[in-house]
């Protein structure tokens, strides 16, 4: 193959010559570890197949987590409490995984066989739980459903039963961050055209993933609904297996990044350094910083970071000392003793990343209450329209299709709006994105608590005999759902390009993993938050705020005290925020570049 060498600066600007082939500038590599030919790799090609694997594999997902909270409690026994507890636990589980995921892509296997592997795992999974749930927990035949619950479980039954929804959570959980990244690396930044399709691709990644979720929230989540769990969770099982054939089948096509090694020792070595260098004297504006020299033509795409001012301690790591200088350490520098700008800089984004991600936890405790109490409140309203019954869990569509909507004003009408407001090509920014999708959260918080207050009025007035129902329509819920996907577009897909974008070039995917991990605990906060509240709220007179029958208790107040929690991480992220400085990356072909690259970032 001849490809045309652009790796000098200003070589882009140089005509192809006849019967050569013009690489990739970013440095990815293709399947045989040769430099990426732009027309026959990567680019919408492969994007549409990731998204497409996206799809299909989120459908399979959420066919087993969308009605897991009814499943626990028509299936397995569970009191609502309990199996909301679980339900986040697991939830939370699943995100967790995407660290491990994140560590193994970064470091050692690279995106593509992470997504290999993890997608099998996914696959083994929940074939699993589809011949569990067939041949052992289904006893009586026919229970499941809201009138006949399942009977009592042997611990063998119950093992094989957590066994496999948690290879699912590992599964899902390992490779949604790597596929997300994996995606965006079809698209070349360092060419235009290419930069604006990957600011594109993660909208177009956050929809493939809610409208795979359509299908399992509708059709499966009403067969589900009616006890028919086998035949769901088989749906789930083939609708993963054609995700890993369609991932497989454009290997041929994909572009890679080759894995940098164990991100954590590179971290370790700036701390090491800069600790054994704690009393050296530093220039005021560090002039005088190690840095590699800029090679020709990088074998790994990654880039150098500039200088910046904050946490000086580290700068020390990458000062040059006269034990630096000796003879027997000029020719290989000591990483321990000696680290270059751009990795002290590496330690200096992750940092600075911190505080950002911490403020987003609280939204994903928001964010889970879809697929717990959310589900669990719709039960108890009125499901059936002319004899036709609504399962609550695909109340959840009405997110989606707010999802997908609100993407679609937001790219063509709100930015553009917003980009002649501020004068800029900028439009927003993803930190102001991101605090907009809090204020939304809040509204959603304070609707699902109204809607609760007056389904507890009509409970009362109207079904004083009824074990958890009311004769308000589940549809009073709509507002809710559609507030949160309208967060869901400002923050999720804000987060997603926020920490690619910020995150250095070499942990790429642990910036998918930031957005992941922050759902993940934000499960647990929630999973904790009901306990707490159940312990405070429970009386000898009194049920607690989130009884069995909901009817006996105020779910309402547990809504408004989201809001009012979210309201307070609201002002601390604005803190966060302005604090924040954003990465400044130097080009590798020279500075004009960057800078016009630079402005591609949304």
Same mark, same amino acid.
């Given at each position: 193959?001849?490809?045309?060498?652009?790796?000098?600066?200003?070589?882009?600007?140089?005509?192809?010559?006849?019967?050569?082939?013009?690489?990739?500038?970013?440095?990815?590599?293709?399947?045989?570890?040769?430099?990426?030919?732009?027309?026959?790799?990567?680019?919408?090609?492969?994007?549409?197949l990731i998204l497409v694997n996206q799809g299909l594999a989120t459908l399979a997902f959420f066919g087993v987590g969308v009605n897991?909270?009814?499943?626990?409690?028509?299936?397995?026994?569970?009191?609502?409490?309990?199996?909301?507890?679980?339900?986040?636990?697991?939830?939370?589980?699943?995100? =967790?995984?995407?660290?491990? !995921?994140?560590?193994? /892509?970064?470091?050692? @296997? #690279?995106?593509?066989?992470?997504?290999?592997l993890f997608q099998a795992i996914f696959v083994l999974g929940l074939v699993l739980l589809s011949l569990s749930t067939y041949m052992f927990l289904l006893k009586p035949r026919g229970c499941g459903s809201e009138q006949s619950p399942c009977g009592s479980h042997s611990g063998f039954q119950l093992a094989l039963f957590y066994l496999s929804i948690y290879l699912v959570a590992l599964g899902n959980g390992g490779y949604q961050p790597s596929i997300a990244t994996f995606g965006a690396d079809q698209f070349d930044e360092e060419d235009p055209k290419e930069g604006y399709s990957k600011i594109a691709f993660f909208s177009y990644f956050y =929809?493939?993933?809610?409208? !795979?979720?359509?299908? /399992?929230?509708?059709? @499966? #989540?009403?067969?589900?609904?009616?006890?028919?769990?086998?035949l769901g969770f088989w749906a789930s099982a083939g609708s993963a297996t054609l995700a890993l054939v369609?991932?497989?089948?454009?290997?041929?096509?994909?572009r890679h990044f080759k894995p940098r090694?164990?991100?954590?020792?590179?971290?370790?070595?700036?701390?090491?350094?800069?600790?054994?260098?704690?009393?050296?004297?530093?220039?005021?504006?560090?002039?005088?910083?190690?840095?590699?020299?800029?090679?020709?033509?990088?074998?790994?795409?990654d880039r150098k970071i500039l200088h910046t001012q904050g946490f000086k301690f580290l700068d020390r790591a990458a000062v040059i000392t006269s034990e630096d200088l000796h003879p027997k350490n000029t020719e290989t520098n000591n990483p321990w003793h000696l680290?270059?700008?751009?990795?002290?800089?590496?330690?200096?984004?992750?940092?600075?990343?911190?505080?950002?991600?911490?403020?987003?936890?609280?939204?994903s405790v928001v964010f889970t209450q879809m697929a717990s109490l959310f589900v669990e409140q719709g039960a108890a309203m009125k499901t059936s329209i002319s004899g036709f019954h609504i399962p609550p869990a695909s109340m959840s569509s009405f997110d989606i299709l707010s999802v997908a909507a609100f993407i679609f004003i937001y790219r063509r009408v709100l930015d553009p709006l917003f980009a002649m407001w501020k004068k800029n090509a900028r439009g927003l920014t993803e930190l102001q994105r991101m605090g907009i999708g809090l204020v939304i959260a809040i509204l959603a918080m304070v609707a699902a608590g109204v809607?609760?207050?007056?389904?507890?009025?009509?409970?009362?007035?109207?079904?004083?005999?009824?074990?958890?129902?009311?004769?308000?329509?589940?549809?009073?819920?709509?507002?809710?759902?559609?507030?949160?996907?309208?967060?869901?577009?400002?923050?999720?897909?804000?987060?997603?390009?926020?920490?690619?974008?910020?995150?250095?070039?070499?942990?790429?995917?642990?910036?998918?993993?930031?957005?992941?991990?922050?759902?993940?605990?934000?499960?647990?906060?929630?999973?904790?938050?009901?306990t707490v509240v159940m312990k405070i709220s429970t009386r000898d007179d009194m049920p607690g705020w989130?009884?069995?029958?909901?009817?006996?208790?105020?779910?309402?107040?547990?809504?408004?005290?989201?809001?009012?929690?979210?309201?307070?991480?609201?002002?601390?992220?604005?803190?966060?925020?302005?604090?924040?400085?954003?990465?400044?990356?130097?080009?590798?072909?020279?500075d004009d570049n960057a800078k016009k690259h630079a402005e591609l970032r949304v």
């Open positions: 193959m001849a490809c045309l060498n652009v790796c000098n600066k200003g070589a882009g600007d140089e005509k192809v010559k006849k019967g050569q082939e013009v690489c990739t500038l970013d440095g990815t590599v293709d399947w045989h570890g040769r430099p990426a030919v732009r027309e026959r790799t990567g680019t919408w090609v492969a994007g549409i897991l909270v009814l499943f626990l409690t028509r299936v397995m026994g569970q009191d609502n409490a309990s199996a909301a507890n679980d339900v986040s636990k697991w939830t939370g589980t699943v995100y =967790l995984f995407s660290l491990v !995921g994140a560590f193994l /892509s970064d470091a050692y @296997l #690279g995106r593509y066989r992470t997504c290999a =929809l493939a993933l809610n409208l !795979g979720s359509l299908f /399992s929230n509708t059709i @499966l #989540g009403y067969f589900e609904n009616d006890g028919i769990w086998a369609l991932f497989l089948c454009g290997t041929p096509r994909y090694g164990n991100p954590l020792s590179r971290c370790l070595q700036v701390l090491v350094a800069a600790t054994r260098k704690w009393k050296v004297e530093m220039t005021p504006r560090g002039d005088d910083l190690f840095e590699i020299e800029e090679k020709e033509c990088p074998e790994i795409g680290c270059p700008v751009t990795q002290v800089e590496e330690v200096k984004c992750i940092l600075r990343l911190l505080p950002i991600w911490l403020c987003t936890i609280l939204y809607v609760e207050c007056f389904r507890l009025k009509y409970a009362t007035a109207d079904c004083t005999s009824c074990e958890g129902s009311s004769s308000l329509s589940i549809f009073w819920q709509i507002p809710q759902y559609v507030l949160i996907g309208a967060s869901e577009v400002f923050m999720y897909v804000g987060q997603l390009e926020f920490f690619n974008a910020q995150a250095p070039d070499g942990l790429k995917s642990f910036g998918s993993a930031l957005c992941m991990t922050s759902i993940s605990l934000g499960n647990y906060v929630s999973s904790l938050l009901v989130i009884p069995g029958n909901l009817n006996k208790g105020h779910l309402n107040l547990f809504f408004f005290l989201l809001a009012a929690l979210t309201t307070a991480d609201l002002l601390v992220y604005i803190v966060c925020a302005r604090w924040y400085k954003y990465i400044k990356f130097q080009g590798k072909w020279g």
